[in-house]
């Protein structure tokens, strides 16, 4: 039990468009989601947490503007990063909570975007 | 701030061996601990969790927490070439608290 997929795996844009990442909680409905950032040999970044139904709460520095999330329902949610340029090429990985009292997250298998 | 911390390594043993992987944590109300494995490219995958103080074994894998130290470590036992990953140490207190990540320690089993 407690998977999460990703979707894409893998992605590869041109500078200035947008890319859509998706993740599913696919065998439990996840209370919260969350979207990680992580650049070679380092750490995982929380970029930002979102809950079903509300406003995604960003981690300082992140832009909200530039990193659209939408937590449409409880099992899903979507990561778009808008205008996207080579700086924002990275590892995209998304998590979910089960909220079963224990809070435990799972992690999808991530997204690589690669922005030429 | 509220802190995790972990030895960045990296922490080399034999196979076979005993590998010990320590944190330390800052928020005295943590109540979830978790160990994640990262293998290189790849996204975290959950090992074991602990709440109360004492050991947890599962498999070749022992969590030990001690809230008292504020100190949570991970044993791995008859350690494999494949166990080679970063382990990631996380801390979470109860009532909608972020979940905090440690950077990792990079453990390599040499054959």
């Known amino acids: 039990g407690a998977v999460v997929s990703q979707h894409p795996s893998r992605v590869i844009c041109k500078s200035g468009t947008s890319v859509k990442i998706e993740c599913r909680s696919l065998?439990?409905?996840?209370?919260?989601m969350f979207w990680y950032r992580q650049f070679p040999k380092q750490s995982l970044m929380l970029m930002a947490t979102s809950n079903e139904g509300s406003k995604a709460t960003y981690e300082q520095g992140v832009e909200k503007d530039k990193f659209l999330i939408n937590h449409a329902s409880l099992t899903l949610s979507t990561l778009t990063v808008t205008s996207a340029h080579p700086e924002d090429s990275s590892f995209y990985i998304c998590?979910?909570?089960?909220?079963?009292?224990?809070?435990?997250?799972?992690f999808g298998p991530g997204t690589r975007l690669t922005v030429l | 701030q509220k802190e995790v911390e972990q030895n960045s390594g990296p922490l080399s043993v034999p196979e076979g061996a005993i590998a010990s992987l320590n944190c330390t944590y800052s928020d005295r109300v943590s109540q979830s601990f978790f160990w994640y494995r990262q293998y290189s490219g790849k996204s975290p995958e959950l090992i074991m969790s602990?709440?109360?103080?004492g050991d947890k074994e599962d498999g070749r894998f022992t969590a030990q927490l001690n809230k008292a130290s504020q100190y949570v470590s991970l044993l791995i036992r008859d350690s494999q070439p494949s166990d080679s990953a970063t382990y990631l140490c996380?801390?979470?207190?109860?009532?909608?608290?972020?979940?905090?990540f440690g950077a990792g320690t990079r453990l390599f089993v040499k054959a």
């Open positions: 998590s979910a909570e089960t909220g079963s009292g224990t809070d435990t997250q799972y």
């Open positions: 065998d439990f409905q996840a209370t919260t």
């Open positions: 602990i709440y109360s103080n």
């Open positions: 996380a801390v979470k207190a109860s009532g909608g608290f972020k979940t905090i």
